[in-house]
């Protein structure tokens, strides 16, 4: 058995049940796909159906695309957000769409089952050149474009005014602000005193730390403590290094202080005083809290404040052949700042043009969620983290489904009492392996 077969068995094992027969019956089977490979104008599209104002944009912007010239037909199929990712990994190259969507950290592990392709010359040299940094570092591999987004993520630290001001704790402004390891700890206890449920803080805990939320949430405690994940393709003596079990150490420590948020709302309805997670909130934080909603920096535990990023992307399969000027066409109508505008006023989410940003009323200068894209502004890989940099995209590598995993597990262990050494090096002994069963990762 091959090194890509032992991989592609290993993604096929992740998904969730979800049988070919559905698969291809969503999308009109096989034939679609390889019909559009013969360039019959047809260009058949995946993406994810997540929140319900999302989908809507998207499909609008599809029939929009599709009543405004006759050259190309877009027929575009949703499926569950649930099902996305394994539904893609179960189906083989050549009965793939013709474009499809997925989530930034996915990109390589496609890239390296040989279900995406460059894309330098097949979207426009301006799509290209107008992508904000995020996105830019999000969607290359080995020095090459496989995936564009038409925006981005940030993660922050979001504050209730009032019950800062009960405690008397200054909310930090800007990253150069952001407050120490120490600083964090004493305002937990101070917030926690005056907090409705006697807990300080939501940390997501109600997502579960196993998911991909985990990684999410908890890499730039490691990357802001001077550790990381994986490095030139090795585990050990990464994963479970001396920075990141005090990372971790740290971040157990927070639990005290710690609401499990069971009713889902413990933030906007004013139990307690911080949250940690995404812009995605916005709507419903701005809504429940007004003018006293409060967006800060994560927390510096030494190496500068640092937040994650990384969204969903699109890209083009092998699958398109004669198809692909159109499927890039599609491609380049959707990063138009217009059509950028009507996504992000659904899911407001981080623009992912240059141009798109600066007239963004919420991210553009002086805009209230401003520092997200201040912070994507300094993107970096995770292999190449300063302290200058704030966001940090996952490991980008064909491996990342078992590195994110084994951390995931790790991290459930540790939240619940384990001894994040003995975790981190269980974590890191599960990622060398599976590195080594498929060579590295390496392009056969």
Known sequence: MSARTRRRSRAVALGTGLSMAMVLSACGGGEGASGSAEGDGVVQVWAHSGQSAEAEALEALVAEYNESQEDVSVELTLIPEADYTSTVQATAAEDLPDVMEMDAPTMASFVYDRKLVPLDDVVSQETLDNRIEGVRES?????????????????????????????????????????????????????????????AIDLGEANGFAAEWGTFTTTPVLWSNGGT??????????????????????????KEHTDPNTSGTAFPDGDVALTWTGNWMYPTFS??????????????LGSGTKAGHGSWQWGVTPAAGGDQDAAGAFLDFLHSDESIARMVEANAAVPGSTSALEGSELYGEGGPLELFASNLASACSSEEVTEDCIAVARPITPGYPTVTSSYGSALAAIWGGADPQEELDRAARAVDADFEDNNGYQDE
């Open 229 to 254: 994940l994986l490095r030139d393709g090795a585990a050990d003596g990464v994963l479970n290094s001396a920075e990141n079990v005090e990372a971790l150490e740290e971040w157990a420590s927070w």
């Open 287 to 300: 809504e429940a809290l007004g003018e006293d909603l409060v967006l800060m920096p994560l927390p510096d």
């Open 139 to 199: 969607g290359s591999y080995r020095d090459q474009t496989y995936a564009v987004g038409m925006f981005d993520v940030g993660l922050g630290l979001w504050g209730n005014r009032q019950l800062l001001d009960a405690a008397g704790v200054e909310a930090p402004a800007t990253a150069d602000e952001a407050w120490t390891a120490e600083e964090f700890e004493q305002n937990l206890q101070k917030l926690a005193e005056v907090s409705p449920s006697g807990n």
